[in-house]
């Protein structure tokens, strides 16, 4: 602020705003590139995470409370975040499901939806998945509308919306223009901030609030019958130009009302709209609308969210679902890989499991569970990362919207991973350890399966937390790599734990890997008295050189559990305490 000449501590970005907008009225927020615009309506929407607010702001007459205002309101964002492997009929079931009351029922919910997706025109691709933007299934203007779609079945009172036409050709903008329309009629409460808008998008408009840079009002009235009491008043200044024949009135309003015109004509817009009697009306209708009507009452609601916490989980566990099973390039992808490296395992390992004749084949069947468990563990927290980085945005917007709480919403991420780590493991485990050749005996079975589903859940269940706890999918694969690095070198097998200096000791008890590779190899030869040709038994050997004692498989199976409840805990905390989304 200094580098760029401001002198006070803070810098003002709306400065004695005021006005109302109303039931059945669209109003359009317009203004010249960093008016303030998208501030008021984040400060208007109760989005703002930063900086200081002061003022009234007043629903029916009553202060505004922000718990209360997010169950009546909606916001639709200038930038369409969607999750990508759900269908649009689902987007909105979804939608209504959390964020409706909880006293109506599934089959008034699905008509309110069907009348929604009629008034946004949404009936052709009910059916189609909502996809990535740019990249694949609905089109802009299509994601435009969803946009609208997803807020409207929340039943709200009030929706503002930031730039609905942003990145829409002109058909494409009438269409949701035309959509807008339908919502006002409907009786609802719709503020818009717009940027040069065609005339006939603009036209379509009640009344204008405009603003000027350094976040002051201008004009804050009605348009009139093609723009006529806009142009009126502008025309009525001293020294503004006329607008011509077929001149787009939007146009002309920002081009005669730049800095460089205030500055041409000695005048400040602001100081004039505050001495004309259309101010003089608005703060009239203001104190008018600030008194609450006879016998009206505040807002209340008995809970926070519409919807109980077991509900939240329910709807949350639904669309994590059907995410999964719609996401091919992460899961079936992830189960071939696993495939093709437990075939690679195997051939490369081939019958080592029989072979305990000297050190080096225990050490090289140690290879083939260390390798397994940096292999895939790495491939499940790389791979799950940006999952969870896509449905993150998503998440910031629900939770804004107040649709439930962070807690169900994480429960249920974690919760849908585990059924297919489940299939993904014993996919590899009956591979490898029938090629390696392992004993077939139950309680050794059983071990491999259970340190390897856990190991392969905390792996993932930490991928999960990095991306939780840092701002971004890159800053989460950084700090993950840190930690792959760390991991590998004191898990105890390219050094044993009995060779390691003592004063690094202390981290391998601390290494998830370290506990891993113990259960894997204790549970499979520390029992073992067979003779080595070096004249130790194979269980001497282990305790001896690698550390691992058969009495301790028990608690190294504890302890991984307890790291995968570490994580997926780390996970569930960070998604409630943290927010990386600054506006």
Not at 184 to 193: E, I, K, L, N, P
Request: hydrophobic share 45%.
């Amino acid at each position: 602020m200094r580098g760029e000449g401001v002198m006070e501590d803070k810098l003002v970005l709306l400065k004695g705003v005021s006005g109302a907008f109303r039931p059945g009225v669209l109003t359009a927020l317009m203004g010249v590139s960093g008016a303030g615009k998208t501030t008021l309506l984040d400060v208007l929407a109760g989005r703002k995470t930063g900086g200081y607010i002061e003022g009234n702001i007043s629903i029916s007459g009553y202060p505004k409370k922000q718990e209360t205002f997010a169950r009546i309101a909606g916001y639709c964002e200038q930038n369409d975040i969607h999750s990508p492997h759900v269908t649009v009929y689902e987007s909105l079931l979804y939608s209504s499901w959390l964020r409706l009351p909880s006293d109506v029922n599934s089959k008034t919910r699905k008509m309110f939806i069907e009348e929604v997706m009629e008034l946004v025109e949404l009936n052709p691709v009910r059916n189609a998945l909502v996809g990535l933007p740019s990249v694949d299934s609905l089109s802009t203007e299509q994601r435009k509308r969803l946009t609208i779609a997803v807020e409207l079945v929340a039943n709200p009172s009030i929706i503002f919306m930031d730039e609905p036409t942003s990145g829409l050709d002109a058909r494409a903008a009438a269409i949701v223009m035309r959509t807008v329309r339908n919502t006002v009629d409907t009786g609802r409460t719709v503020v818009c901030t717009i940027h040069q808008p065609s005339i006939d998008i603009f036209e379509a408009f009640d009344e204008l609030f405009l603003m000027k840079q350094g976040g002051q009002e201008i004009y804050v009235g009605p348009l009139g019958r093609h723009c006529s009491q806009l142009i009126k008043y502008f025309e009525g200044i001293e020294g503004v130009s006329k607008i011509k024949d077929r001149y787009n009135p939007a146009t002309w309003m920002l081009e005669v009302t730049t800095s460089a015109q205030e500055v041409a004509l000695g005048v400040d817009f602001a100081d004039l709209y505050k001495q004309s009697d259309l101010y003089r009306r608005n703060k009239a209708l203001i104190n008018e609308l600030s008194v609450p009507a006879p016998g009206s009452k505040d807002l209340y609601f008995p809970t926070q969210y519409p919807q109980s916490m077991f509900t939240q989980f329910m709807a949350c566990l639904w669309k994590q679902s059907w995410s999964y099973w719609r996401n091919p390039p992460y899961k079936a992808v992830q189960f071939l890989f696993t495939t093709l490296t437990a075939l690679m395992f195997g051939t490369m390992f081939w019958d080592l499991g029989t072979q305990k004749k000297t050190p080096q084949d225990l050490t090289n069947a140690m290879g083939s569970m260390y390798t397994a468990v940096i292999f895939l563990g790495v491939l499940n927290c790389y791979s799950v990362q940006p999952v969870v980085a896509v449905e993150w945005t998503v998440f910031y917007r629900e939770r804004a919207a107040g649709m439930y709480s962070p807690v169900p919403y994480a429960l249920a991420q974690v919760l849908i991973e585990i059924p297919y780590i489940l299939a993904q493991v014993v996919t590899y485990v009956l591979i490898v350890y029938a090629m390696i050749g392992f004993e077939w005996i139950g309680a050794k079975f059983f071990w491999y399966l259970f340190f390897m589903y856990f190991t392969l859940l905390y792996f993932t269940f930490f991928g999960m937390m990095t991306v939780a706890v840092t701002p971004n999918p890159h800053i989460a694969a950084i700090v993950s790599s840190f930690f792959y690095g760390w991991w590998n070198l004191f898990a105890g097998f390219i050094i044993p734990r009995t060779r390691i200096p003592i004063w690094w000791r202390w981290y391998y008890w601390t290494c998830p890997v370290s506990w891993s590779l113990y259960g894997l190899v204790a549970s499979q030869f520390s029992d073992i008295k067979a003779p080595l040709d070096n004249g130790q038994t194979v269980q001497d050997y282990v305790r001896d050189y690698l550390g691992y004692r058969h009495v301790f498989v028990g608690v190294a199976a504890a302890v991984v559990v307890g790291f995968t409840i570490l994580f997926a805990s780390s996970f569930v905390i960070s998604t409630k305490v943290f927010n990386f989304r600054q506006r």
